[in-house]
């Protein structure tokens, strides 16, 4: 009980932001329907979401959400309605789908090649002939003076 | 006349600095035509100088025969807006833009006396390129000078928005740092054409980097801080494609200054050094193309014609297709340098570096692709905030979870084991803090109160970096105290940034998660509850500023009944231009803040009037603007280091003696 009241309080707080007068009357409803706006973009402003936007046509957007929202339509129909009418263009977060592999993949890949061309250095480093005593006596002296 | 002086005065500096690039080149082994070269760099920098303050004081005295001045400014517009004005426009900013290339060029000629004489004319010359480059394009498509024939009695104003003490300063500091990575940029094709890289090399592009480095730091700092309170709705951050293009530049900054430490200590990495000093300008340009060409949209960018951006387009393929060529014909046969173990300080820098490429590459490719993938198959996307938080956030976070680490390893072979232990207190300190937070602060977050963690972990990390460094605990302790007084500035400087990037994590965590909005129809009299706070509005009053009409709301923020401050939110009207903004008020509350905006004017059920208040508890906030500047005072008391400044062969005789006098 007492955790359905945070929630419920964590709710209220963010459909409080909303203009009063969109405001929808159920707060789980209404702070569904602003976590949905923050996704969508606002199609004619420079770069908002319809969330952040006071332009006409997120104002209009908003209120289709809204009325979607309480005709009982989950927020994954909600979205394919938007990409229906308006395009991919409207939501923030692109799909995962095969066209938009690079932006997706580009960074993790980045991140293995990196990794990978680590390990191929570290085996070069490795096959590298070993320091002789000596040497290693005269490293940790530098070492020690770098450190300091 | 004075408005004549400063084109002609442009236009000198650009042969100039041809001058410059032909004299430079031919002065790698001709002493004489080198200090030609150095002369006509700093004849470049006093003409653009010149310019510079023709083009303000064309603003100041409001000329509006100039174009320039008639598009963006106004008489009734403040002094200290006339004078920022100045580079306010695209026209203007091209000419701070080749004002700080010039100053940059003139500060390698002045500074670069422990450069060798080739490598520092070679340097000259790459510089003397870029600028006439640069130049050429100011001169010949974007003349900040031209004037009109018909000039109009009344200027058309600057954008209200961008009428902001804040963003006066914030050009220059985003500009220099942009551009004070074209001298690395120059160091290393210079190196690459005498095709030696080496340990001293790596000294010679740190203090620049550095500086750069730290001067991005404060120009994207002080655009987010712009941002959060101008644009009204409490964000600092927006992923918006004109921040991308400064944020690019910074990661690339950021992976350079710790690879150059690597090439510089051990001698490893050389390619990859110079790789990243070529990449971290080209970023640069690719931003002052974004922002020019009118390709993307976005709430800050330049209106320009898409030809102008063509051309920048062209100018970025020249120099960075130029350098790149060179880098990928020169740098095969660059020495790997020493190697190293699995578990060692190397390791660790390029797990950084990794990290922080990755994080540019997903910062790119949600900034291009949608303009790629338009181009492939015509189908339009967005690529906001969503994205970025899915793929740019984890990936960060892997980077912050390893930092305090790379500070506890030795060169070449570390000690895992040691490391863990000495950052024990650090993870015990991190686990408690999220723990606290999460069992304490409501509502219950997992995720936030991990980055909590995340924030004490680099904060305790950071002062376990020095307590690494004088040996705390595990020598007596004279000597702790000994060490402490002879730790070069740059430990202090790494340990202050890393500081800082933890204040940040725990303000952008804290702020993110439990921030507290409100938005109500208010008339005068009525109090709101935000948080623990209570705001009252108690009149609405009508204001008239220099060049704008406002109604000012006079709030009264209570906490417990107390009364803790009052804000004068303000909705403007500018008529020069016809448009409105808001005025937030900001109380300062620690580390918080009490964020209030005055909306548009309603009435009341009862049909009297009322405004539309919005109100923002903002937890922490503080810290997100404090922790980036607190990493820019670690980049300039690096730089303050006594080692940047000596030329290499002095270095250990200068190190050691400073060490015995601090001991």
Known sequence: ?148 | MIVELGAFALILALVLSIAQTALSAAGARRPLLAGAGEGAAYGAFIALVVTFGALIHAFVTSDFSVANVANNSHTAKPLLYRVAGAWGSHEGSMVLWCLALTGFGAAIAWFGQGLPRDLKARSLAVQGALGALFLAYTVFASNPMARLADPPIEGASLNPLLQDPALAIHPPMLYLGYVGFSVVFSLAVAALIGGRIDAAWARWIRPWTLAAWGLLTIGITLGSFWAYYELGWGGWWFWDPVENASFMPWLMGAALLHSAVVTEKRGALPGWTLFLAIAAFTFSMLGAFLVRSGVLTSVHAFAVDPERGLLLLGILGVAAGGAFALFAWRAPSLSPGGGFKPISRESAMVVNNIVLTAAAAAVMFGTLFPLIREAIDGQTISAGPPYFNLIFVPIMVIGLVLLPFGPMLAWKRGDALGAAQRLGFAALLAVGAGLLTLAVVSPRKALASFGVALGFWLLAGAVAEIGERVRAFRVPWPEVRRRFGGLPRGAWGSSLAHFGLGLFVLGACFETAWKIELAEVMEAGRSVPLGAYELTLDKVGVVDGPNYLAEQGLLTVRKGGKVVCTAEPERRFYPAGGQTTQEVAICYRGLDQVYITLGERRATAQGQPAWLVRGYFNPWVQLIFLGPLLMALGGAVSLSDRRLRLAPGQKSKGGRKSREAAA
Request: proline share 4%; net charge neutral.
């Open chain 1, 1 to 148: 009980m007492k955790r359905l009241l945070i929630a419920l309080a964590a709710f209220a707080c963010i459909a409080a932001a909303s203009d009063p007068s969109e405001r929808m009357a159920d707060p789980a409803q209404e702070a569904r329907a602003r976590n949905l706006f923050r996704q969508v973009r606002c199609l004619v402003c420079q770069n908002e979401s319809i969330d952040d936007s006071t332009a006409d046509l997120a104002h209009d957007l908003r209120q289709v959400i809204r009325e979607q929202i309480a005709a009982g339509r989950t927020d994954a129909e909600i979205r394919a309605f938007l990409v229906a009418r308006y395009g991919e263009f409207a939501l923030l977060k692109p799909a995962v789908s095969a066209p938009n592999a690079a932006l997706w993949g580009a960074p993790i890949l980045v991140l293995l090649v990196g990794g990978g061309l680590l390990v191929l250095r570290l085996r070069q480093g490795a096959a590298t002939a070993a320091l002789s005593p000596d040497e290693e006596a005269r490293l940790a002296q530098l070492t020690r003076e770098e450190r300091d």
